[in-house]
């Protein structure tokens, strides 16, 4: 039997490079592999919008898009929307037992979002508990790999403590092996933290410094030739510096091997200062551009069908519910709550 992935996205939002580089590419690479579920996670994005459900709406379709236009392929994977498997929010409850409110207030995460948004000594209970409901979405589908980004490593540290506790409250009459929860492990893609294009160490929505992946040719040259390079740099004559310069760090992740020799040549050019930045962000445009046009041809198809990307949500809805109702079964019977069976 396969083994299975679990992973998903809040829809705030358009999915940009940084997400590609961060866990798409792994998601495209591992859905062979692997049994995926990959969920646009509502109930979370709403933990922190709750004013605004119709942006959160309106994201559902531009992430699943963006998931179909990377390449996730939904005869291989089961794309689902988190609010439509009330399982999870039933398994929640019981998770919420398990779990102090220190250990929470310690998950790195959710401490630097908390102090993004300012919410002080206002937090609502929904924003800080959420990485417990994220538990109860990887285990209530027994995943055994979460491929994120690297901000979501106290997230899975947390879900591993909270399969282990729960396994170790009720699971035990079970042998080991067939508890009822594994402990899922994270994968983190090749680029764990892409740079923003203001140099910015993280690319995020909130920061206003992504590429994002349905950006047009237009936009993609816009934001290149407007890039935060070398900042010591002031004349093309300069010796500038490659190393941590976000022009160079995007022609590594998303050259092909082909743009290899290229590259090296810019790069030892750049350093001696016989190049200008203007030349090197011009051939950045075109490896993007080359780099987004088969997802822009997705893109294009899949939005000339919306009726087929319903059809994809909701079947993979209803074969994630399925496989909740069964988790929750085993998890009622374990707590001792299966009063009528
Ligand atoms: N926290 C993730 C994000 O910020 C979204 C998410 C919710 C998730 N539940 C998950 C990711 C379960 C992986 C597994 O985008």
């Known amino acids: 039997m396969k083994k299975r992935i679990m992973t998903g996205d809040r829809p705030t939002g358009k999915l940009h490079l940084g997400h590609y580089v961060g866990s798409l590419k792994d998601r495209v690479a591992l859905q062979d592999e692997y049994d995926q579920f990959v969920m646009l996670a509502d109930v979370q994005a709403l933990t922190d919008n709750f004013e605004n459900p119709q942006k959160v709406r309106d994201n559902i379709k531009e992430v699943a898009l963006d998931y179909l236009s990377v390449g996730i392929d939904p005869t291989k994977t089961t794309i689902y929307i988190q609010s439509q498997i009330p399982q999870t929010a039933e398994l929640t409850i019981y998770f919420l037992n398990l779990v102090t409110l220190a250990r ?89 933290r892409l740079v923003g294009t203001d140099g910015n160490s993280k690319m995020s929505k909130s920061l206003g410094n992504t590429i994002n992946l349905s950006d047009s040719e237009e936009e993609v040259e816009k934001k290149v030739m407007g890039m935060y390079t070398d900042p010591k740099r002031i004349h093309p004559t300069d010796p500038g510096t490659v190393e941590g310069n976000p022009v160079f760090i ?67 809805t209803k074969k994630a519910r399925g496989e909740a109702e069964k988790t929750m079964i085993e998890v009622k019977k374990a707590m001792k709550l299966n009063y009528f069976d």
């Open 104 to 192: 929470l207030e310690r998950n790195p995460t959710v401490k630097e979002e908390m102090k993004q948004k300012g919410f002080g000594s206002e937090v609502p209970v929904g924003f800080l508990a959420y990485p417990i409901s994220q538990a109860a979405d990887i285990l209530i589908l027994k995943a055994n790999l979460v491929p994120v980004g690297e901000d979501q490593r106290p997230m899975v540290e947390q879900t591993r403590e909270i399969a282990r506790k729960f396994n170790l409250l009720y699971g035990g009459d079970l042998p080991a092996g067939r508890q009822v929860f594994p402990e899922p492990e994270i994968k983190v893609g090749a680029v764990a």
């Open 250 to 316: 995007y022609l590594d992740a998303f050259g092909t091997d082909a743009d290899q020799e290229q590259v090296n040549k810019f790069k030892e050019s750049y350093r001696k200062g016989q190049i200008g930045d203007v030349e090197v962000k011009k051939y950045l445009v075109e490896v993007l551009n080359k780099f987004l046009d088969p997802i822009r041809a997705r893109r294009a198809e899949f939005e000339k069908n919306p009726e087929l990307v319903e059809e994809i949500l909701k079947e993979g």
